[in-house]
């Protein structure tokens, strides 16, 4: 079946830039999302972006999308302490409507 | 108040027992699902519902029952909580028109099987 890899976790300072990795292997996927999760809460979700673009861009967030190599990635500018959260990587195949999500990556912002 | 609402927040049971975790929407979406989240698996899909009274498995159904009388509930449940059930489920909803199939969330359910 489907399958969504994430690195577990990310350490980084604020005022760094974060970029958190996944890789997916649905060759049908039509939609990639990144969510965000904070302690005790649901998912959030943050950004999308089409299967048929590279980039989009959204205030601190860059998303990159490499079609050929089933990369995703996430770019925060500027990380603050409230960026710490688990994000989570997930796709949508085609004809689907649920996602498939990655294990997630806690990321930890170091004041 | 409009959105997705789950019920308990948190649950400890014992093994063997029957447990219900609710879910209810305020959007009329018509797509349900339940996912499980554990350390290291990340979301699990265990049941999806496409409409009231059309359910469907998904990843990790295996002791688990869902049902679907009404648009805007799922509940989902437990017929003999064993150990491995202990996790944090999740139930999301996702509308018809959106062309980008994004999930709402609720903010979770917490079960603890002793």
């Known amino acids: 079946g489907e399958d969504v890899e994430q690195s577990l976790f990310l350490s980084v300072r604020e005022g760094d830039s974060s970029v958190i990795n996944c890789t997916y292997t649905?060759?049908?996927?039509?939609?990639l999302y990144w969510y965000k999760q904070e302690p005790g809460a649901g998912l959030q979700l943050l950004t999308y972006?089409?299967?048929?673009?590279d980039m989009k861009q959204d205030q601190r967030l860059t998303v990159l999308l490499n079609k050929k190599d089933k990369h995703l990635s996430l770019r925060i500018a500027d990380t603050q302490t409230g960026d710490s959260a688990i994000y989570f990587c997930?796709?949508?195949?085609?004809?689907?409507?649920?996602?498939?999500f990655g294990s997630g990556t806690r990321l930890q912002v170091q004041p | 108040d409009a959105g997705i609402t789950q019920s308990p927040r948190y649950k400890i049971t014992e093994t063997g027992r029957q447990v219900t975790l609710m879910c209810h929407q305020t959007w009329s979406h018509s797509y349900m699902f339940w996912y499980r989240q554990d350390l290291g698996h990340g979301l699990r899909l265990i049941y999806y519902s496409a409409a009231a009274d059309i359910t469907d498995k998904g990843e990790v159904p295996d002791g688990y029952v869902v049902s679907r009388s009404k648009t805007e509930n799922f509940p989902l449940t437990l017929e003999s909580a064993t150990r491995s059930q202990t996790s944090v489920y999740f139930c999301a909803s996702s509308g018809d028109r959106g062309i980008t199939g994004e999930l709402f969330f609720g903010e979770g359910s917490r079960l603890t099987v002793l």
């Open positions: 649905d060759s049908s996927s039509t939609y």
């Open positions: 997930a796709e949508k195949g085609t004809g689907r409507r649920a996602l498939t």
């Open positions: 972006i089409f299967s048929n673009m």
